[in-house]
């Protein structure tokens, strides 16, 4: 069985070496992870609508990320796993232009990220530079970024911006390389100078997939050390959720893992933590034993839902049950692509037309012209793909 545990990451560590102090006795808010509590989540409960489309006119194999920006969407695109580029859809999926070319990217080390500037430009992040671009595709600036980690480039990767001028770079190769370095985090200047370096790596030999995310200006990690949620500050590393797993805090045994999955799964806790936050929710998943379990943590009210299965009332009702994941139909929640409004699914065009052509096998026929009558949009897509255009379906958060 594969669990996604492809690459071991290393992970943050509990304390660290400069600008923390006090700052990890900080009382956070904890988000609660219990997986015998578990429930099933009606999506009416948590969205009030849904959209769909389709991203067409540009061969890709894979979507790495997606912003949507006015009436426009940008999505960071692969091709085969080599090359990756930018590209902009109109608000029906249609593909209007490409943003940079291959005298901006180099092929041999590609795009790391892209995020959207309080200014309203759009930045992108490659290995060892920052681009700065308009809405319109112009470059405005390139900014390198030289690296005084010590390391190969190999070793540590830009994960983006934490202040002006200043660059957070992660370290992720296994430990116990001959080239590892003492700290999973630096905070560099555009010159390479290490401002800040954080979490020592000393006597740290389990670990896990890490999870990280941007929000409100800052970069946030998620620590598998001791399940803290930490911000990424210009000067400051702070705690900002305790992840409470109960009873259930054994770390994966990495070493087993290599020779036996199962059992190392089986004796481990919580474990592959991934989650994301808007202004209203902390949202995620994880897995326990034999299967992934979702969450959804309030900000208004402090209280965390846990789920194990997914009635979804508002598209797929009655959705057949699946062995590892909360539905069949409800995509896995580890591609955590949402915003304020909307948490978009992305599916490969051959899995969306598999999904409704089982969803057609399910129903009677009556249940099916009822599902064709409520949803024009999808039928549309579903009658149309070429099996090209990969879907995007968004659901609307209450």
């Given at each position: 069985?594969?669990?996604r545990?492809?690459?071991?990451?290393?992970?943050?560590?509990?304390?660290?070496?400069?600008?923390?102090?006090?700052?990890?006795?900080?009382?956070v808010?904890?988000?609660?992870?219990?997986?015998?509590?578990?429930?099933?989540?009606?999506?009416?409960?948590?969205?009030?609508?849904?959209?769909?489309?389709?991203?067409?006119?540009c061969?890709?194999?894979?979507?790495?990320?997606?912003?949507?920006?006015?009436?426009?969407?940008?999505?960071?695109?692969?091709?085969?796993?080599?090359?990756?580029?930018?590209?902009?859809?109109?608000?029906?999926?249609?593909?209007?232009?490409?943003?940079?070319?291959?005298?901006?990217?180099?092929?041999?080390?590609?795009?790391?990220?892209?995020?959207?500037?309080?200014?309203?430009?759009?930045?992108?992040?490659?290995?060892?530079?920052?681009l700065?671009?308009?809405?319109?595709?112009?470059?405005?600036?390139?900014?390198?970024?030289?690296?005084s980690?010590?390391m190969r480039?190999?070793?540590?990767?830009?994960?983006?911006?934490?202040?002006?001028?200043?660059?957070?770079?992660?370290?992720?190769?296994?430990?116990?390389?001959?080239?590892?370095?003492?700290?999973w985090?630096?905070?560099?200047n555009?010159?390479?100078?290490?401002?800040?370096?954080?979490?020592?790596?000393?006597?740290?030999?389990?670990?896990?997939?890490?999870?990280?995310?941007?929000?409100?200006?800052?970069?946030?990690?998620?620590?598998v050390?001791?399940?803290?949620?930490?911000?990424?500050?210009?000067?400051?590393?702070?705690?900002?959720?305790?992840?409470?797993?109960?009873?259930?805090t054994t770390?994966?045994d990495?070493?087993?893992?290599?020779?036996?999955?199962?059992?190392?799964?089986?004796?481990?806790?919580?474990?592959?933590?991934?989650?994301?936050?808007?202004?209203?929710?902390?949202?995620?998943?994880?897995?326990?034993?034999?299967?992934?379990?979702?969450?959804?943590?309030?900000?208004?009210?402090?209280?965390?839902?846990?789920y194990?299965?997914?009635?979804?009332?508002?598209?797929?009702?009655?959705?057949?049950?699946?062995?590892l994941?909360?539905s069949?139909?409800f995509?896995?929640?580890?591609?955590?692509?949402?915003?304020?409004c909307?948490?978009?699914?992305?599916?490969?065009?051959?899995?969306?037309?598999r999904?409704?052509?089982?969803?057609?096998?399910?129903?009677?026929?009556?249940?099916?012209?009822?599902?064709?009558?409520?949803?024009p949009?999808?039928?549309?897509?579903?009658?149309?793909?070429?099996g090209?255009?990969?879907?995007?379906?968004?659901?609307?958060?209450?």
């Amino acid at each position: 069985m594969n669990f996604r545990v492809l690459f071991i990451y290393l992970q943050l560590c509990l304390f660290l070496q400069n600008g923390y102090s006090q700052e990890s006795s900080l009382v956070v808010p904890v988000i609660r992870l219990c997986p015998e509590e578990a429930i099933t989540l009606r999506t009416s409960e948590l969205f009030d609508g849904y959209r769909i489309f389709s991203l067409n006119g540009c061969s890709y194999d894979r979507m790495l990320d997606i912003l949507e920006v006015g009436d426009q969407f940008i999505a960071l695109l692969e091709i085969k796993m080599e090359e990756r580029y930018i590209a902009v859809f109109d608000r029906y999926g249609h593909f209007l232009q490409r943003i940079g070319n291959n005298v901006d990217f180099d092929k041999r080390v590609g795009i790391n990220g892209i995020q959207l500037e309080p200014d309203g430009t759009l930045g992108v992040y490659v290995t060892r530079a920052y681009l700065n671009y308009s809405l319109d595709g112009k470059l405005n600036f390139r900014r390198k970024i030289e690296n005084s980690t010590g390391m190969r480039t190999t070793g540590f990767s830009l994960q983006g911006g934490v202040g002006n001028d200043l660059y957070l770079w992660r370290m992720y190769q296994q430990q116990g390389n001959k080239n590892s370095d003492k700290y999973w985090l630096k905070i560099t200047n555009t010159d390479g100078h290490t401002v800040l370096q954080f979490f020592s790596l000393v006597g740290r030999e389990q670990g896990e997939e890490y999870s990280s995310y941007t929000y409100d200006g800052c970069i946030r990690l998620y620590n598998v050390y001791d399940s803290h949620v930490y911000s990424v500050e210009k000067n400051r590393v702070i705690p900002c959720y305790c992840l409470d797993k109960g009873k259930h805090t054994t770390l994966l045994d990495m070493e087993l893992l290599l020779t036996d999955c199962g059992k190392a799964v089986q004796k481990a806790g919580i474990i592959h933590v991934k989650l994301k936050e808007n202004q209203k929710y902390v949202i995620g998943e994880y897995f326990f034993k034999t299967r992934y379990y979702y969450f959804v943590h309030d900000k208004s009210n402090g209280k965390t839902s846990n789920y194990v299965f997914v009635d979804d009332d508002i598209l797929f009702p009655s959705s057949p049950q699946s062995r590892l994941f909360p539905s069949t139909y409800f995509q896995a929640w580890s591609d955590l692509y949402f915003d304020d409004c909307y948490f978009n699914f992305y599916y490969r065009p051959q899995d969306f037309t598999r999904k409704i052509d089982r969803l057609k096998e399910h129903l009677s026929l009556s249940g099916w012209d009822e599902f064709c009558r409520k949803h024009p949009d999808i039928i549309k897509i579903y009658k149309e793909n070429d099996g090209d255009a990969f879907v995007i379906i968004s659901y609307k958060f209450r």
